[in-house]
């Protein structure tokens, strides 16, 4: 009997098959199309060898044709099926995303159940010849049609819809169906050669090996799901239509001095307490961070509230755990936002961020502003406007404010309000103070501004810049490169800045003052405005904030402070600059003691370049 080839391919299907079997499995759509079209292979293989004996039998020793007949037909019919399966299967990854694909799926299964009919009712007979066994008659041809069909329909989809799936998941479909195809015709022409069961076979093993192995989609140390398997199982959530909660629970160590195996030991014990929740798949999305996928929003509270309680029970590690609900996934747009909300709020330092309504708004506002933050910086739509500062003791603008502003495609301005948090919290500020430098030291290149008595330009640096990166190399660079006198540069600080790392802030002013490049302390009166500040910075100046200045001509309580702090300002040699100055009556209470510099709308305006030198033109006396 010619059964070696189906014998070994048998063989082939149950290593697959246990291999498959004993792995932690997603719950994937495909997934489970790719096993039941293991198993039908499975069945198919083990009905083709039982025709063969069956054959035999009846040949040889009388056995029942009836009954080989209908063996003969369960093959055949198996034989179908299979195909069906393998076009579902290969299929499903691109049909959801065609646009007739409803129709064309309803099509195909129409074709199966007619298909198998005809099979059914047609005619077969059988062959057998020295060792060569096989079934012929209408009803094998019919079987043999369909499986063709099934498989050029899999193959012609494939090549059509190339640019839907990825290179390594047509190549496999690909190999798969043209190997079984040429398997199909050498059994046609040649139809003592059984080759289709070991042809499928052949292909389901390509398949597992590429796109199937589920030890690919596992974290090997842990044994959770990695990055890549969850990916594929949000894909496949939100392609399908299938809705789910997500939780993501994160080790924030409290000491900077946590040793490698209490690291590991941690992250192994993490993934032990998630994993008993229950059996739903547990994610390692970082050394620190985890996450649950459930299929609704309830139970997962339920499981992350149990969680956290066992968590809070654990006192020998030094950590806190943050966590990120997402209780439905209808409310983000699709696989992007929800990693994009991930990515946004991972660092969150709140114990539990919930991804409701508001903080999606928010989150799709801080990304809209990133996007127009990054387009303006490609398209250099970054415009610098420049605020004069009066000068009381000189009578003439010798300073001005340069502050941001990001032109819009349709001429209007966005004000920096409105975009510096968002760039100071995704760190596009690097990018952006930079870009403000450059500007402002090119515009001193050319020296108009000089000529008409501008002695010093003032600039803003966040305190988020100094966390991201060292502002001074840039300074230093661009002075350089624009061959700006040192001195004509003022930078503005906050008190956060002062605050977030007072070390690094000092050592680097240090070397900035070192170079001639002096400091003003920015929206002073608005924080905690503590004495320290301006004691013990390096400050020349001291912008008193305009709602401090305000509050001057409000408060009778403000306008004494604001009058001691000036005299103790002054009897440190630092200069105060009033900002939002905006009447006749305000210039002159802060005239009257004895502020330096003022600057505000009653001047003018944060004004473009080429105004801002009309202005001087007009204001200043030519030097
Ligand atoms: P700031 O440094 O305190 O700048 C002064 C703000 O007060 C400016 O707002 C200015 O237009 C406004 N102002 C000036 N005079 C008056 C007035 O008389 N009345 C009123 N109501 N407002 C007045 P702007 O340009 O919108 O800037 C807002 C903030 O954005 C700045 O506050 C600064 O913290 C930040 N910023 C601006 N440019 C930059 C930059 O290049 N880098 C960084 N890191 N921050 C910047
Ligand atoms: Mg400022
Ligand atoms: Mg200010």
């Known amino acids: 009997m010619n059964i070696e080839l189906q ?3 048998l063989f082939i299907m149950s290593v697959v098959l246990v291999m498959f079997l004993c792995n932690k499995k997603l719950d994937l759509v495909n997934r489970s199309l790719f096993i039941k079209a293991v198993i039908v292979c499975f069945f198919c293989l083990i009905f083709d060898i039982l025709s063969v004996v069956a054959i035999y039998h009846s040949v040889h020793y009388d056995f029942n044709d009836t009954v080989t007949r209908i063996i003969c037909k369960l093959y055949i019919m198996i034989l179908v099926m299979q195909g069906y399966m393998s076009f579902n299967y290969a299929a499903t990854s691109i049909l959801p995303r065609v646009k007739s694909s409803r129709i064309l799926q309803a099509v195909y299964m129409l074709i199966f159940v007619f298909g198998e009919a005809a099979v059914a009712i047609l005619p077969i007979d059988f062959f057998m010849e ?19 069909i099934y498989t050029l329909s899999t193959l012609v989809i494939s090549l059509v819809c190339r640019k839907l799936v990825s290179l390594r998941r047509f190549l496999a479909v690909f190999l798969w169906q043209a190997i079984w195809m040429l398997a199909a015709l050498i059994q046609f022409i040649i139809p003592g050669l059984l080759l289709i069961g070991f042809a499928s076979a052949f292909g389901m093993v390509i398949l597992y090996i590429q796109l199937e192995n589920p030890s690919e989609y596992i974290d090997n140390e842990t044994g959770a799901f990695n990055t890549d398997a969850l990916s594929l199982c949000i894909k496949d959530r ?24 209490m690291e590991r030991s941690t992250v192994m014990r993490t993934v032990k307490g998630i994993s008993e929740l229950g059996p739903e798949p547990v994610f390692k999305l970082s050394d620190q961070m985890f996450g649950v996928l459930y299929d609704d929003g309830d139970r997962m509270h339920d499981r992350m509230k149990l969680l956290k309680l066992r968590k809070d029970a654990v006192t020998d590690v030094p950590a806190k755990a943050t966590y990120m609900l997402i209780p439905d996934s209808d409310m983000l747009m699709g696989p992007d936002e929800f990693f994009k909300f991930l990515h946004t709020y991972e660092n969150e330092q709140q114990e539990i961020t919930i991804a409701d309504e508001e903080l999606l708004q928010k989150m799709r506002n801080q990304n809209a502003i990133r996007d127009m933050i990054d387009q303006a910086l490609k398209e250099d739509r970054l415009e610098v406007f420049y605020q004069p500062i009066y000068n009381a003791v000189r009578k003439g603008f010798t300073a001005a404010e340069a ?11 966005v004000l920096p309000g409105e975009f510096i948090p968002v760039a100071e919290e995704n760190g596009q500020i690097i990018p952006l103070g930079k870009r403000v430098f450059e500007k402002v030291c090119a515009f001193l290149e050319e020296g108009s501004a000089q000529v008409l008595g501008i002695e010093c330009i003032e600039i803003n640096v ?17 002075i350089n490169k624009y061959h700006v006198d040192p001195n004509m540069i003022n930078i503005e600080i906050t008190e956060t800045a002062v605050n977030k790392n007072r070390k690094l802030l000092l050592s680097n002013m240090e070397r900035l003052i070192d170079k001639g490049i002096s400091f003003s302390l920015d929206d002073f009166g608005t924080g905690q405005s503590n004495l320290d500040y301006f004691v013990n910075l390096p400050v020349r100046n001291i912008k008193f904030d305009y709602k401090f ?14 009058a001691g702090m000036a005299d103790i300002m002054h009897s440190m040699d630092m200069k105060i600059i009033s900002e939002g100055i905006e009447t006749k009556e305000q210039l002159n209470a802060m005239l009257d003691i004895n502020i330096e510099y003022i600057q505000g709308f009653l001047f003018s305006k944060p004004l473009p370049e080429n105004e801002f030198i009309e202005f001087l033109k007009k204001n200043n006396r030519k030097s």
């Open 403 to 413: 502050l941001v502003r990001i032109r819009r495609k349709d001429g209007g301005y």
């Open 130 to 148: 020295g060792r060569v066994v096989y079934s012929k008659g209408p009803a094998t041809g019919a079987a043999y049609i369909l499986a063709g």
């Open 462 to 478: 966040s305190a988020a810049q100094f966390d991201y990166e060292n502002p001074t190399k840039f300074v230093l660079e661009y």
């Open 7 to 9: 014998c070994c391919a």
């Open 238 to 261: 939100y392609r399908y239509d299938r809705k789910f909660a997500f939780f993501t629970a994160k080790i924030n160590y409290i000491t900077d001095t946590v040793d490698f195996a």
């Open 549 to 562: 200045t305000q509050s001057y001509f409000k408060n009778d309580k403000v306008k004494r402070i604001l």
